[in-house]
């Protein structure tokens, strides 16, 4: 590659891109750089597809998810989350993956942000749910998820996120921040 095909990516320059793997949830890229020191280096990148985290919320209660994810290789406690398919927008997202994991339908959502759970190596943006007024049917996992729903109470929730026992950042969050606004409405 020339001089001339050399692009900035903030105070790194990228030499050469490639595309090192592909499948329809994530993607890997492998950067030759120049490093913001000015030595020579690589920096790859994983995509994965856009998602949602759905915190559903019934009185004084979440309901959570308990599921053995395979990144981690163990069973963790975190709200509803997925990934949009390509097109769909995250509250059509976020509605589906309520519905198909917890069979939960809620007449009322709060979209709060957008996260980057992983800035150094991951592109991942996760659009973050409130979601109550629930009404509930039975879930349609996907084959792949063996779903248990987790009834708690905040308090139990946030205690659980504060002592490490709920460690997914989006979830975290939805928590933290729940527990924030109900603080805020009680003062």
Request: contains cysteine; proline residues 6%; negative net charge.
């Amino acid at each position: 590659m020339t001089d001339d095909n050399r692009k900035q990516h903030g105070p790194w320059t990228v030499l050469k891109t490639t595309d090192e793997y592909s499948d329809p949830w994530l993607s890997v890229r492998k950067d030759d750089v120049i490093r913001p020191d000015g030595l020579p280096g690589t920096h790859s990148v994983v995509t994965i597809k856009p998602g949602v985290c759905v915190l559903a919320i019934d009185g004084d209660d979440v309901i959570l998810t308990r599921e053995f994810h395979y990144a981690v290789g163990r069973v963790t406690l975190e709200a509803v989350s997925g990934g949009r398919e390509p097109g769909e927008e995250a509250m059509e997202c976020a509605s589906r993956e309520l519905h198909e994991e917890l069979g939960i339908r809620a007449a009322s959502w709060q979209q709060l942000t957008t996260i980057d759970p992983f800035t150094a190596s991951v592109v991942s943006p996760t659009v973050l749910f409130l979601a109550t007024d629930l009404t509930f049917e039975d879930a349609q996992p996907e084959g792949t998820e063996l779903i248990e729903p987790v009834r708690m109470t905040l308090t139990d929730a946030y205690a659980a996120v504060c002592d490490g026992r709920i460690t997914h950042a989006p979830t975290c969050l939805l928590i933290q921040r729940r527990w924030i606004d109900v603080l805020s409405d009680h003062s």
